[in-house]
């Protein structure tokens, strides 16, 4: 029988220890906070192993386990090597993400650094890999996640597979893996990266329309379309493989990408023209129940990756990359059409450079794009009578008017041949 009852125990106050007997004892802190400890000796070692407070463990229920830790040390076992046993929980992987980060802070003095670390893997890891327990984690779903940015962003993709593995580490130095981190051979397997330069090889605008012919002639399939909606859109890679259906509206007039998506981190709206609403209304006829990625990859759930554009760009004899379509885009924008500069920029969703100008602009010009953008489409998939109203006139996007040029000089033309431009 104990030394203590349940009103005794409502009784004191006074902080110290007050035994039960058979080694277990009630703490009082100085705060009057009351907590169980038992104390045994295991192989000549002494041990106070704690029980949990009294408001969540009962004096009942302090005396079983008291006594199950008793006969474990009397067998020679430490109760406290079976708790641990017990009581390790594997974390998920944005759970280690997490602590991990919380941990390594405290030595970092860049603030932008300290969010931009986080941030890369919710963006990027999160999606795949943040449910999944950090010991089930190995390289091939590793390079799955890398492989959707690894050509597209390559220096962010370098960072995250970095992070990736510093979690990974991390739980492994914390005993929630059996094995460190496998990214030495992450990286295998997956394309060599464009050089650090930023050039993307882009095909000649003047050879596009003839491209997205050959394109629209291949059979339905979601890359084909996220491609055709890539060219139509100038957006990049990863802005139309994670595209979603929420991100359109009703319409089919306007997508909103939203900042988290962005280069930027900041929402980029898109004017869709006839042609690329029809390019998103046959995604839709292949949507997939309970998926709303609107250009879905082959494992359900997922979406494509930069490789799976890429494969289908040299599938086609094209030495161009997916990226440089956007370059096609700006110099058929420079080319031929009047549109000022920074509409072609906005067009692109790329910052300004220059700091003062960038904080005194109050609009994304989206009328101007509209107009810009429709041009772009009848360029691409010339219809008839697009193809004869450009016969005669020249359009001119700023104004949104069409001038005649049958009698102007023509300037010269760029030669055909495939050049290398500056990436964006």
Same mark, same amino acid.
């Given at each position: ?11 004191? @106050? ?72 017990? /009581? ?11 602590? +991990?980060? @919380? ?52 220096? @962010? ?20 893996? *059996?094995?460190? +981190? ?24 003047? /050879? ?17 379309? +996220? ?5 139509? *859109? ?63 990859? +082959? ?8 490789? !799976? ?74 219809? !008839? ?40």
């Amino acid at each position: 029988m104990g030394k203590l009852t349940p009103a005794l125990i409502k009784e004191l @106050t006074e902080p110290g220890r007050y035994s039960d007997g058979e080694g277990l004892l009630l703490q009082i802190s100085p705060s009057g906070g009351k907590s169980w400890l038992m104390r045994v000796q295991v192989n000549g070692r002494r041990r106070d192993i704690g029980l949990g407070e009294l408001r969540h463990v009962s004096l009942r229920d302090a005396r079983l386990e008291a006594a199950a830790i008793k006969k474990l040390a009397k067998s020679g076992v430490d109760p406290l090597d079976e708790r641990r046993k017990v /009581e390790i929980v594997i974390p998920t992987f944005e759970q280690a993400a997490k602590r +991990a980060h @919380t941990e390594m802070i405290k030595g970092w003095k860049n603030g932008k650094h300290t969010k931009q670390w986080i941030k890369t893997l919710e963006l990027y890891a999160y999606p795949k890999l943040g449910k999944l327990k950090v010991n089930q984690i190995e390289g091939p779903l590793i390079r799955d996640v890398l492989a959707e940015i690894w050509l597209d962003i390559p220096e @962010t993709a370098r960072r995250v597979r970095q992070r990736i593995g510093t979690v990974l580490d991390w739980s492994y130095a914390n005993g929630f893996r *059996t094995s460190e +981190a496998p990214m030495r051979s992450i990286s295998k397997g997956l394309p060599r990266q464009p050089r650090k330069s930023g050039h993307f090889a882009a095909l000649p605008h003047a /050879e596009v329309p003839a491209f997205m012919k050959r394109l629209r002639a291949r059979g339905i399939s979601s890359s084909r379309l +996220a491609l055709e909606a890539l060219i139509l *859109t100038a957006v990049r890679s990863g802005e139309v493989r994670g595209a979603r259906w929420p991100e359109l509206n009703d319409e089919l007039t306007l997508w909103t990408i939203p900042a988290e998506r962005m280069k930027a981190g900041v929402e980029h709206v898109v004017p869709l023209s006839l042609q690329a609403a029809d390019v998103f209304r046959q995604a839709r006829a292949l949507r997939i129940k309970g998926c709303d990625l609107i250009f879905p990859g +082959a494992t359900s759930g997922s979406s494509l990756s930069d490789m !799976a554009l890429l494969e289908l760009v040299r599938g086609m004899d094209l030495p161009a990359t997916v990226h440089g379509f956007r370059s096609s885009f700006r110099d058929w924008a420079a080319e031929e059409t009047d549109t000022p500069r920074e509409i072609a920029e906005a067009a692109l969703a790329h910052t300004l450079e220059n700091k003062v100008e960038a904080a005194y602009r109050r609009t994304d010009f989206l009328a101007k794009r509209r107009d810009l953008m429709k041009v772009w489409a009848d360029f691409c998939v010339p219809s !008839a009578k697009s193809r004869s109203r450009r016969s005669v006139e020249r359009t001119n996007v700023v104004a949104g008017r069409a001038r005649d040029v049958a009698t102007a000089p023509r300037r010269p033309r760029r030669t055909a041949a495939r050049r290398t431009v500056q990436g964006s």
